[in-house]
């Protein structure tokens, strides 16, 4: 139980400093000669948004740790909620946030809806764990 909760907390400092990270200073070049577009930064409130879906998934595994888990898909043989459930559940929510990280990149204006989307289901998956640890 302490590897998953280090590795929560690893993971949820990590994505806390993706607003922070920039690809280093470059000089500004003008693309109006060459025909290219130039590149949107992504919005902040987008990227605190990944953090806090990223952070919700990460508490709702550590709750679900070791109690029944009815979802069976994520079950173990013994109906549980275990290791190869958590590696599913964060593979599952790293992929989903890897398509829709590459759909803001093509679309910047999508980043709108996909901040209130994140911000959305953060709540219900905090609610989620927060249910959890309650009936422990």
């Known amino acids: 139980m302490r590897y998953i909760l280090t590795t929560i907390l690893l993971v949820t400092r990590l994505v806390c400093l993706l607003p922070h990270a920039r690809a280093g200073d ?30 919700s998934q990460a508490l709702d595994a550590a709750s679900s740790y070791g109690m029944r888990e009815l979802n069976p898909v994520l079950a173990s043989s013994d109906g549980r ?11 599952v929510t790293g992929a989903l946030l ?22 959305a289901a953060a709540g219900v998956t905090f609610g989620v764990a927060a249910h959890n640890y309650s009936i422990r």
Do not use: C
């Open 26 to 55: 470059r000089p500004s070049v003008d693309l109006s000669d060459t025909g290219l577009k130039p590149r949107h930064s992504l919005p902040a409130s987008w990227k605190w948004s990944l953090a806090t879906v990223l952070a």
């Open 81 to 91: 909620f275990g290791m190869q459930s958590t590696a599913i559940k964060l593979g």
């Open 98 to 119: 890897g398509v829709e990280y590459w759909i803001v990149k093509v679309h910047p204006r999508s980043a709108r809806v996909f901040t209130k989307l994140n911000w």
